[in-house]
């Protein structure tokens, strides 16, 4: 069992940053893949980023790729989210999520444990 805890949402201009975290805990957190994802109002859920677990291995999103930067820290059981350039599209709740160390899968319904998200609000 893998619990998962958002931090770091809030207000940010267009143009602005955010960093995101997702802290995990359970004996063997490290060992699962992580990734974000974010829902916006009447939206399904969409895939951010991924990251293995090791973290030798990211995966982008095409409308995020060189403005998102994701990162974990095994010793922490940390891992992060490094929004930069953020437009209007990225105003949603952000989860972060967790999965076999397999693949990095971009469908939510791969994922085994969710946490409970952080708002994220973009304003021009």
């Known amino acids: 069992q893998v619990q998962l805890v958002e931090s770091g949402g809030g207000l940010v201009q267009a143009g602005g940053s955010l960093r995101l975290s997702c802290a995990a805990s359970g004996r063997t957190a490290s060992s699962y893949n992580m990734a974000w994802f974010r829902q916006a109002p009447g939206k399904e859920r969409q895939f951010v980023a991924g990251?293995?677990?090791?973290?030798?291995?990211?995966y982008y999103a095409d409308s995020v790729k060189c403005r998102f930067t994701i990162s974990r820290d095994n010793a922490k059981n940390t891992v992060y989210l490094q929004m930069n350039t953020l437009n209007h599209e990225g105003t949603a709740v952000y989860y972060c999520?967790?999965?076999?160390?397999?693949?990095?899968?971009?469908?939510?319904?791969?994922?085994?444990?969710w946490g409970q998200g952080t708002q994220v609000t973009v304003s021009s």
């Open positions: 999520a967790a999965t076999s160390p397999l693949r990095i899968p971009t469908m939510s319904n791969e994922y085994l444990y």
């Open positions: 990251i293995n677990y090791s973290a030798g291995k990211t």
